[in-house]
């Protein structure tokens, strides 16, 4: 949760109580819109933005997540053999696009990313998160489909 904890599924009213208290922290906004798309090149915006109460414990990457959801295995040997796995939210691809500064409020910029043509644009969205360098927490998500319109995280 976060990238702070790692919990195990059974232990529901502890990942529950973690939830609410991640939820509850001040984070930064990451805003993330998809603009022209020529050929598999997605044209993309950022913007972060650090509210007063929020801190920022050192410097924090800014990377994009291109996921696919809807996305099937036929299973054919082992345990689950024969049945049908759905999967969401597939990392695609992960990259990097800047690094914000402990002392930055804001932060701006335009990435292109790639997608491969096997990948079904109506399935895909990029996820846009800020990550500390050294902790690993994440301090702030945004989310937009390819129909450039921004999702809530």
């Known amino acids: 949760i976060d990238g702070q904890l790692a ?3 059974s232990d529901t009213v502890g990942i529950q109580r973690a939830i609410r208290r991640a ?3 001040p984070k930064a906004t990451v ?13 993309v915006g950022l913007h972060v933005a650090a509210p007063p109460a929020f801190t920022l414990r050192e410097s924090a990457e800014v990377l994009i997540a291109v996921v ?7 299973v054919r ?3 689950n053999r024969g049945r049908t796995l759905k999967h969401d939210a597939v990392v695609r691809s992960l990259t990097s696009v800047g690094t914000l500064s402990r002392d930055n409020r804001t932060w701006s910029t335009s990435a292109a990313v790639k997608l491969a043509p096997e990948w079904k644009p109506a399935n895909i969205r990029l996820v846009a ?12 998500a945004g989310a937009a489909t390819l129909a450039g319109g921004m999702e809530r995280r």
């Open 31 to 43: 805003q993330i819109v998809v603009g022209r798309q020529r050929d598999r090149e997605l044209e």
């Open 129 to 140: 998160f800020l990550q500390e360098h050294e902790s690993r927490r994440i301090v702030g």
């Open 77 to 79: 040997r082992g345990e």
């Open 68 to 74: 696919e959801d809807n996305l099937q295995t036929e």
């Open 7 to 9: 919990a195990v599924g």
């Open 23 to 25: 939820a509850d922290a």
